[in-house]
Antibody, heavy 123, light 107 residues
């Protein structure tokens, strides 16, 4: 069925790096912008990064700018985020989500979410 | 940076109306979106562009946006509606902001 499946989470020491991946199935991946959203334990959602459908435009939250890098491989239907220089406050479930089609940016929303992958930053 | 403020929690009795607010400066000039998240699950869109319902979302879910406040209203609240609700808007055309989330308890 139409779905997103994240992988790559785990326990990592402060200062280290991790690569999270999201695999898309059963929809035309190349047509959609994609985002990563995270949720710290017991907290709300926090947008992390976005990437355009062609991969040429990338945007980041101030809290991760310079440390996280979003990318996509449209031949493999995957979107990744390289998370570096990890800190304790990066501990969260990381979700990838699909941004809806045919919308002016400020009217766009996220209509398909993965199940999330947990990143725990701990020494 | 732009902020959206939600009450941390709200309790209602079954059959009552739940109104969950989301406040932000001149929020009416933006669109508000609402996601429902049940424990251990991913978010699900329940309202988009202030007041539109995706297919499959019950009619008891409705939304409004006026002044500085967007409101998600759940009429005839049922036990199955117990969840966290998150509002979302666009700060700029390239950055997204979420509210802190509201835990709805149906007692």
């Amino acid at each position: 069925q139409v779905q997103l499946v994240e992988s790559g989470g785990g326990v990592v020491q402060p200062g280290k790096s991790l690569r999270l991946s999201c695999a898309a199935s059963k929809f035309t991946f190349t047509s959609f912008a994609m985002v990563w959203v995270r949720q710290a334990p017991g907290k709300g959602l926090e947008w992390v990064a976005s990437i355009s459908s062609d991969g040429n435009k990338k945007y980041y939250a101030d809290s991760v700018k310079g440390r996280f890098t979003i990318s996509r491989d449209n031949s493999k239907n995957t979107v990744d985020v390289q998370v570096s220089s990890l800190r304790g406050d990066d501990t969260a479930v990381y979700y990838c989500a699909r941004q809806t089609l045919s919308c002016a940016t400020i009217s766009c929303f996220f209509d398909l979410w993965g199940q999330g992958t947990l990143v725990t930053v701990s020494s | 940076s732009y902020e959206l403020t939600q009450p941390p929690s709200l309790s209602v009795s079954p059959g009552q109306t739940a109104s969950i607010t989301c406040s932000g400066d001149k929020l009416t000039e933006k669109y508000a979106f609402w996601y429902q998240q049940k424990p251990g699950q991913s978010p699900v869109l329940v309202i988009y562009q202030d007041r539109k319902r995706p297919s499959g979302i019950p009619e008891r879910f409705s939304g409004s946006n006026s002044g500085n406040t967007a409101t998600l209203t759940i009429s005839d609240t049922q036990a199955v509606d117990e969840a966290d609700y998150h509002c979302q808007a666009w700060d700029t055309p390239t950055s997204v902001v979420f509210g802190g989330g509201t835990r709805l308890t149906v007692l």
